[in-house]
C-alpha cells in the first residue's frame, strides 16, 4: 500500500489516509452573519466522497472583528453551531474526517469599523491602519478562541487547527516585523508568543481531541521569523498539547516568495524533526509520486492540498489509480475509478 493512503491515529481519531483539504476561504456566507449556506453544504461533501481523509474548513471567525471579509463563515455564536454541525454530518457521511479552523485575521480584516492588531501598522496602502490591542481586548480575543472551541466540539468536529500563520492575528503577534509592542506581549520570543500559549491552554481546557496549529515559518524579510528560530516556538507548542504543526510560510509582510513544487516541504522537514512533531507539508504538491516521496522519505506526515481540491475533488482517486493502491470508492463511482 501507498505510505498516502495508510491510516494514521492522533489521540482516538483514525484517519484513512494522509491526504487533507486545506482551509480555504470560500466568501460564500452571502448574508454576512457568519453562517453556513448551501454553498458549503456541497463544496465540502464533496471532497468526502472524493476520497479526502481528513477535511479542514476555511478560517472561521472566533470574532465579528477578526474576519477577513464580511462574507466569511463564523463560530462567534452559538446560533453557528447548527450549521456547522450540518456541514460536519454531511462530510462524516462521505467518509472524511473534519476539521475547523479557528481564525481571526487582525490587521487584514476588512470589515467595517476599526480592526485590531499586536501594533498599529498597517498591511500595506490598502488595508486600513489596526489600533493596536488593549490587554482587555487580547483577554476577549483569547476568551473568544476558547469559546469557539467549545462550539466546535458541540458542532461536532474532529479535529481544531488555530490559525497561525499567513499573517492574520496570532502570527502578527509571532513576528516582531509586526510585533513592537513593548508590554509583556511583545519584545521577547517568549512574549510574543505569549497570546498563543493562553489560547492553546484556553483550548486545552475545553477540547481533548486532536489539535494542531497553523504556521508560517519563514517571513521571507530581513528581521523577520525563519524556520530555525520557529523551532523553538514549535517546541513549545509540543508542550501545549499541540498534536501537529501545518506548515506553510509567508504573508505577514509584503514580500516576494520563491514559489515552486514542494517549496515549504522542507520546513515541514526541519519542524518535524527538530521538535520532534508530526507535520503536514503544503504549498504546490499535485503530484501524487511528489506527495508519496514526501511521505515515504519522513519529510512529513500528511499532505495538505488546497487549490489541487479546486480542480479536482477526486484527486485521492487519481492519485490511487497513479500509486496503484486498493482503496474503497463509493460504490455509485466504482465503475469510473475502481
Known amino acids: 500500500m501507498a505510505k498516502l493512503f495508510e491510516e494514521f491515529h492522533i489521540k482516538d481519531v483514525t484517519f484513512k489516509n494522509r491526504i487533507v483539504m486545506a482551509p480555504m476561504c470560500m466568501y460564500q456566507s452571502d448574508q454576512e452573519d457568519g453562517q453556513v449556506t448551501d454553498w458549503h ?3 465540502y461533501p464533496t471532497r468526502a466522497v472524493g476520497g479526502v481523509g481528513l477535511i479542514i474548513t476555511e478560517a472561521t471567525a472566533v470574532q465579528p472583528v477578526g474576519r477577513i471579509s464580511s462574507r466569511d ?4 455564536d452559538d446560533e453557528h453551531i ?3 454541525a ?8 462521505n467518509g472524511a474526517k473534519t476539521g475547523i479552523q479557528l481564525a481571526h485575521a487582525g490587521r487584514k480584516a476588512t470589515v467595517d469599523g476599526d480592526i485590531q492588531a499586536p501594533s498599529a501598522i498597517a498591511f500595506n496602502d490598502k488595508y486600513k491602519t ?3 490591542m488593549t490587554i482587555e481586548e487580547i483577554d476577549e480575543t483569547v476568551q473568544a478562541f476558547r469559546d469557539g472551541a467549545v462550539r466546535a466540539k458541540k458542532a461536532g468536529f474532529d479535529v481544531i487547527e488555530i490559525h497561525a500563520a499567513h499573517g492574520y492575528l496570532i502570527n502578527q503577534f509571532l513576528s516582531p516585523l509586526t510585533n513592537q509592542r513593548s508590554d509583556e506581549y511583545g519584545g521577547s520570543s517568549e512574549n510574543r508568543y505569549r497570546i498563543l500559549r493562553r489560547i492553546l491552554d484556553e483550548v486545552n481546557a475545553v477540547w481533548s481531541g486532536p489539535l494542531f496549529v497553523r504556521i508560517s515559518a519563514n517571513d521571507y524579510a530581513e528581521g523577520g521569523m525563519t524556520p530555525e528560530q520557529y523551532i ?7 508542550q501545549q498539547n499541540v498534536d501537529l504543526v501545518d506548515v506553510s510560510s509567508g504573508a505577514v509582510v509584503p514580500a516576494p516568495i520563491p514559489v515552486f513544487p514542494g517549496y515549504q516541504v522542507p520546513f515541514a522537514e526541519l519542524v518535524k524533526k527538530e521538535t520532534p512533531i508530526a ?3 503544503v504549498g504546490l504538491i499535485t503530484d501524487p509520486r511528489h506527495a508519496e516521496e514526501i511521505l515515504q522519505n519522513g519529510r512529513a506526515d500528511f499532505i495538505f492540498l488546497a487549490r489541487e481540491l479546486l480542480r479536482n475533488p477526486y484527486w485521492a482517486y487519481t492519485a490511487a489509480t497513479e500509486l496503484e493502491a486498493d482503496i474503497e470508492a463509493p460504490v455509485p463511482y466504482e465503475r469510473g475509478w475502481i
Not at 463563515?73 to 462567534?76: A, E, F, M, P, S
Not at 450540518?86 to 457521511?93: A, G, W, Y
Request: charged content about 30%; aromatic content about 6%.
Open 130 to 132: 489596526p489600533v493596536a
Open 82 to 84: 447548527e450549521g456547522q
Open 86 to 93: 450540518e456541514i460536519v454530518r454531511l462530510m462524516k457521511k
Open 279 to 281: 507535520t503536514g507539508a
Open 41 to 43: 453544504r456541497v463544496h
Open 73 to 76: 463563515l463564523g463560530i462567534w
Open 232 to 238: 523553538e516556538m514549535t517546541k513549545w507548542m509540543k
